[in-house]
């Protein structure tokens, strides 16, 4: 193995539509610590964490982005146990670390899944970040029993984690499930990946949700927090639970304490950040895995780029800017 690897990073915050925005990089082939696995990665996607982060500001130095990855374990740390060189593995990674815009990239083994053998490396490479966040929206967040019932709205359903919450519950729980979606194109997918209804989210969304659910949700699942803590609270049930990923300064959550409603933040880097002994993450992708091998879940892989550097890279993360995204926007293959 060479010392040294191509990657794709950025040294200035610009626009994506900026030829600098993402540059190739001839950079040193990462060292592994005792718990990391070395990954010649195959494939990766780009999640809107990728162009938040690009357009936060100038880094120190080039920074490499990419936070899911599929690929084969290349080398491991001395106190590695649970991969071998080898196997074919898929993950999120951490935002702490170089991530997995390049030819090979370091990761905890805690953080990494078996690969989905029904897979290519470019349909694996879709879920990981997605999933680990749905997984732990429904079953750690709302902490809904396997089986169990309820109504859960999912706010932005044809999106990256939309679609993957949608299909977790409908796998392994009893919920009647709510999309939103505004794009006919965008309903017809939800609705294909199992939600019961879908409904336009543009417009009055507590009207639009009460119209399929006169009752009111349990669950509320949001990417979209500004303007709609009062349609949640609205539409919450007393003692239901509201579950968002983004990070809109300042807002104000204090509607639903009428309804008793508990609001969660779900950050799925939170447990590589502050807690690397916990290995959860492992468990739950490898048993993604077996789910979509036993045809229960599948890819949510929409647009396939090719090859991995620069010049693809700047497109999916302008197709990710764009907020039109069914499904994920994934980039394969070195040459």
């Known amino acids: ?7 794709v990073g950025y040294r200035r915050s610009l626009p994506a539509s900026d030829p600098q925005s993402l540059i190739d990089l001839e950079v040193a082939v990462p060292d592994v610590g005792p718990r990391d696995l070395l990954v010649r990665v195959e494939a990766v996607s780009v999640n809107p964490v990728d162009t938040k982060v690009r357009r936060s500001g100038d880094p120190t130095g080039a920074r490499i982005l990419g936070f899911d990855a599929a690929g084969v374990v290349e080398r491991v740390g001395a106190d590695v146990g649970l991969f071998a060189p080898g196997d074919e593995v898929y993950y999120a990674g951490s935002i702490a670390r170089p991530g997995t815009d390049a030819q090979w990239h370091a990761v905890h083994e805690n953080l990494v899944g078996r690969k989905p053998s029904t897979l290519s490396f470019a349909e694996a490479a879709a879920l990981p970040l997605t999933t680990i966040t749905a997984w732990e929206t429904l079953f750690e967040k709302f902490a809904v029993p396997r089986g169990g019932s309820g109504t859960l709205l999912v706010v932005g359903a044809a999106g990256g984690v939309g679609s993957m919450l949608i299909q ?65 609270a609205d539409l919450l049930r007393v003692g239901g639970h509201v579950a968002a990923i ?51 879940l599948r890819s949510t892989v929409t647009t396939l780029l090719e090859p991995i550097n620069a010049e693809s890279l700047r497109e999916a993360h302008a197709r990710v800017e764009s907020g039109s995204t069914i499904g994920k926007v994934v980039i394969a293959g070195w040459r």
């Open 246 to 296: 983004d990070e809109p300064a300042g807002l104000d959550t204090l509607p639903l304490k009428r309804k008793s409603g508990t609001w969660h933040w779900e950050g799925m880097f939170a447990k590589a950040l502050n807690a690397p002994e916990d290995a959860s993450q492992h468990a739950l992708l490898d048993e993604v895995a077996d789910l979509v091998d036993a045809g229960m």
């Open 168 to 232: 977790l519950a409908a796998a392994l729980t009893d919920l009647r499930l709510i999309g939103t979606a505004s794009r006919p194109e965008s309903r017809e997918w939800a609705r294909g990946l199992g939600a019961h209804e879908v409904v336009d989210h543009h417009g009055d969304l507590a009207d639009a949700v009460r119209a399929v659910a006169p009752e009111g949700v349990d669950y509320i699942f949001s990417p979209y927090s500004v303007g709609n803590v009062g349609a949640y």
């Open 1 to 7: 193995m060479s010392s040294t690897m191509r990657a």
